[in-house]
T-cell receptor, first 111, second 114 residues
């Protein structure tokens, strides 16, 4: 079965600094990969998804992710963090008609 | 109005009680899902349904049951609640695409079992 692993349960960045959230996948076939964001007291919202088209995927709110097959990675980045980016982020893989999620990474943004 | 709604948003109950969590959607999607979220574990799939007559167990279905009353409604029941079922529960919907589904999530129900 396909799975994802998120490296780092908590990330703290300064406002204006780079945000980098790491996700590695395990898959024997080309995966379909997702990043979701969960703001406090809300449900999950899709940030972006990779479906085997362009390897650099742009999402909402200035986020992007790059699919690297050689590294089995799908890391999420944003060049300049904003206070509103404080949330929990989940990487997920589409697996047999279902999504399998990583454990999540909580991002805090320091003023 | 929200596309995926969940009721109640918060519930506190006692061990042994029967609880029903409800999910409704106006997106017209065929596929619906129930997940639970626990700190440090991400979201885990409880049950999913690809249409009204199709119900499938997820990875953690023990202690739960579901009912797909209509295309737009999917309910999750805890027949006899226990404290380790305290969690945040999410409903999600999707419509099959050419290569993959994008799932849309409700706001969640926070359940506490005392």
């Amino acid at each position: 079965a396909q799975s994802v692993t998120q490296l780092g349960s908590h990330v703290s960045v300064s406002e204006g600094a780079l945000v980098l959230l790491r996700c590695n996948y395990s898959s024997s076939v080309p995966p379909y990969l997702f990043w979701y964001v969960q703001y406090p007291n809300q449900g999950l919202q899709l940030l972006l998804k990779y479906t085997s088209a362009a390897t650099l995927v742009k999402g909402i709110n200035g986020f992007e992710a790059e699919f690297k097959k050689s590294e089995t990675s799908f890391h999420l980045t944003k060049p300049s963090a904003h206070m509103s980016d404080a949330a929990e982020y989940f990487c997920a893989v589409f697996n047999d008609y279902k999504l399998s999620f990583g454990a999540g990474t909580t991002v805090t943004v320091r003023a | 109005d929200a596309d995926v709604t969940q009721t109640p948003r918060n519930r506190i109950t006692k061990t042994g009680k029967r609880i029903m969590l409800e999910c409704s959607q106006t997106k017209g999607h065929d596929r619906m899902y129930w997940y639970r979220q626990d700190p440090g574990l991400g979201l885990r799939l409880i049950y999913y349904s690809f249409d009204v007559k199709d119900i499938n167990k997820g990875e953690i279905s023990d202690g739960y049951s579901v009912s797909r009353q209509a295309q737009a409604k999917f309910s999750l029941s805890l027949e006899s609640a226990i404290p380790n079922q305290t969690a945040l529960y999410f409903c999600a919907t999707s419509s099959p695409g050419l290569s993959t589904d994008t799932q849309y999530f409700g706001p969640g129900t926070r359940l506490t079992v005392l």
